[in-house]
């Protein structure tokens, strides 16, 4: 049954009570009950009844329409949820009296977070799936370069062929890697990311990282270190990919940020019950208002203009480390260069 007929027939009905009582009151007063018809008593009491007869109709006039104005916005936003059109906020106008309903005023206000929760999905997974088509860029541009190195005779010793076919290897795999991740990302929610995090151990997957970033010096010319001071019994909850691709972002931006000669260390350890990472170079370095928006997508520092790229990096890195409950900081100053901070709380790893 529609709900405009259902509420006529509510609305019928209701008002059909008092009328019936007056009916049979005006009955009883004009041929049943012994008081004279022009008594004051009965025609107080005849007025009254009408008087209520009207308030009534009034109120239930009024009530019914707020219901099927709320009712028929309802169904135009939930229309526009399921067609996808997310842009309209749910919430009503401010001076609609909807809002004096409290429990419509509720239905609402889920709804609105709802909507927003979709466009926040929406997002993330657009940002995500863009992050990791920028991923692909680094591996093929290694590979690219000791392909044409080799190609060219630069590579002509015994261990530099051997290192440099080790690399191409390395990020062979590590392409692959992504694209699986990228596929298997196709296929799932960011929510389901975070149900595939699983026990990994921290000083292993951080010296794989140190040792796969120092493969790389001999091609870039960087004073590059690492300190990894973690007992060999602590692992984190984490997907291993996931979390080699942001260190790898964080590696990646600053070998870009970076001249020739310029140092860039990496640490890690255990401080204040927490995993702490850190990833600090010499480089260009940027302004202090620049900080807020660094994991913003598409933005590109001030000193950044003459180096390639979009701007997601960061971004993808940001998003890594908010699947896992993790927080990211940078800390920054011109001409001096940058650090990043990655910090791995209690919760997110044991001791066993």
């Known amino acids: 049954m529609k709900l405009k007929k259902l509420t006529v027939l509510l609305f019928v009905f209701l008002l059909s009570i008092p009328i019936t009582l007056s009916i049979f009151l005006t009955i009883d007063l004009l041929f049943l009950s012994p008081v004279p018809i022009h008594s004051k008593k009965a025609v ?9 007869i009207i308030s009534i109709t009034i109120f239930l ?6 219901i099927l104005i709320f009712f028929t916005q309802l169904q135009k936003k939930t229309e526009n949820l399921s067609s996808g059109s997310l842009q309209e906020s749910v919430i009503p106008e401010a001076n609609s009296r909807i809002l004096q309903i409290s429990e419509m005023e509720d239905i609402m206000q889920n709804l609105e977070k709802m909507r927003l929760s979709l466009i926040n ?11 990791i088509s920028h991923d692909i860029r ?7 370069g000791y392909t044409e190195a080799l190609s060219d005779g630069f590579l002509t010793g015994p261990e530099e062929t051997k290192n440099g076919l ?7 795999q590590e392409l692959e890697g992504i694209t699986e991740t ?6 799932m929610d960011l929510n389901e990311l975070t149900e595939q995090l699983e026990p990994i151990n921290a000083r292993e997957v951080f010296h794989l990282f140190a040792k796969s970033s120092e493969l790389t010096m001999p091609i870039y010319n960087r004073n590059y270190t690492y300190n990894i001071d973690i007992p060999e019994n602590i692992t984190i909850l984490a997907n291993k990919n996931l979390l080699l691709r942001a260190l790898d972002n964080l590696f990646t931006n600053a070998l870009h940020y970076t001249k020739n000669h310029d140092k860039i260390h990496f640490d890690a350890h255990l401080e204040d019950k927490c995993i702490k990472l850190s990833l600090e170079d010499s480089g260009i370095g940027m302004e202090k208002n620049e900080l807020n928006n660094i994991f913003n997508i598409f933005y590109r520092g001030q000193n950044t203009n003459k180096q390639k790229g979009l701007g997601i990096g960061l971004t993808v890195v940001h998003d890594i480390v908010e699947i896992h409950k993790w927080k990211i900081s940078c800390e920054s100053e011109k001409g001096k260069g940058t ?11 044991s001791d066993k």
């Not at 080790?166 to 062979?172: A, G, H, L, M, Y």
């Open 61 to 66: 006039f009024f009530i019914f329409k707020w």
């Open 182 to 187: 990228l596929i298997d990302y196709m296929r």
């Open 44 to 52: 107080i009491y005849v007025f009254a009844l009408f008087i209520m």
């Open 121 to 131: 999905a929406q997002n993330q997974k657009s940002r995500f799936i863009m992050g």
């Open 339 to 349: 650090t990043f901070f990655i910090t791995i709380p209690l919760e997110s790893y």
């Open 166 to 172: 080790d690399i191409i290897s390395q990020k062979t």
């Open 138 to 144: 680094t591996p093929i541009s290694i590979i690219k």
